[in-house]
């Protein structure tokens, strides 16, 4: 069964940094674009930042400057490294990937989501 294991998250004071991963587990075929999102209380889920398999990365606009999005390809790992965090950053992030499990197609996966809480 394909999952998706992310960790790293936590408790961390303004201005901190905390990195995030999100690893692949079972068998597939390849991984298409991965990323990571976050969803906030009261909120709808948001993009945070997403990588293409060739490396390109794309980021919100609240994020640019301050978030990393990177990927190990030889280990099917997506990291998020955070920096200069800010209140508003609380969140439970969401590992995201579009996996090809079968031979024809691809599918949507997530993790199963890693709290942020930034707060002094």
């Known amino acids: 069964q394909v999952q998706l294991v992310e960790s790293g998250g936590g408790l961390v004071q303004p201005g901190g940094s905390l990195r995030l991963s999100c690893g692949v587990s079972?068998?597939?075929?390849?991984?298409?674009?991965m990323g990571w999102y976050r969803q906030a209380p009261g909120k709808e889920r948001e993009l945070v930042a997403t990588?293409?398999?060739?490396?390109?990365?794309n980021y919100a606009d609240s994020v640019k400057g301050r978030f990393t999005i990177s990927r190990d390809n030889a280990k099917n790992t997506v990291y998020l490294q955070m920096n200069s965090l800010k209140p508003e950053d609380t969140a439970v992030y969401y590992c995201?990937?579009?996996?090809?499990?079968?031979?024809?197609?691809?599918?949507?996966?997530w993790g199963q989501g890693t709290q942020v809480t930034v707060s002094s």
């Open positions: 990588i293409t398999s060739g490396g390109s990365p």
């Open positions: 079972g068998r597939i075929y390849s991984i298409n674009t």
């Open positions: 995201y990937g579009n996996l090809r499990t079968t031979v024809l197609r691809t599918y949507d996966y």
